[in-house]
């Protein structure tokens, strides 16, 4: 059974930081892309970032970029989700995805097969 569990969430004042994780068992995810996505309340869900199993490969938010950043252990089939600069904006249930597809189908969450139940990141201002 494929399991995605995150951790990580919070609460943090603004300009503050925080790191998710996301532990992956259940399966091999070779070929997949890990991803992040977050929902605020009475919002839409909304990619944040996507890397490749591999690691070759990174997807970003055009907005977030140089806040947010995404990297993985493959050794603890954990990917991570390093947030910096934090602003109230920013708060919102955050979840991890894992799937396969291009980029389009992944940053759209259309490609992704699995998810976790999410983590909740509040930043106060």
């Known amino acids: 059974q494929v399991q995605l569990v995150e951790s990580g969430g919070g609460l943090v004042q603004a300009g503050g930081s925080l790191r998710l994780s996301c532990a992956a068992s259940g399966r091999a995810f070779s070929g997949y892309f890990m991803g992040w996505f977050r929902q605020a309340p009475g919002k839409e869900r909304e990619f944040v970032s996507a890397?490749?199993?591999?690691?070759?490969?990174?997807y970003r938010a055009d907005s977030l970029k140089g806040r947010f950043t995404i990297f993985r252990d493959k050794d603890k089939n954990t990917v991570y989700l390093q947030m910096n600069t934090l602003q109230p904006e920013d708060t919102a249930v955050y979840y991890c995805?894992?799937?396969?597809?291009?980029?389009?189908?992944?940053?759209?969450?259309?490609?992704?097969?699995?998810w976790g139940k999410g983590t909740l990141v509040t930043v106060s201002s």
């Open positions: 890397i490749s199993w591999g690691g070759g490969v990174t």
């Open positions: 995805a894992a799937g396969r597809g291009g980029r389009t189908a992944v940053v759209a969450g259309t490609a992704m097969e699995y």
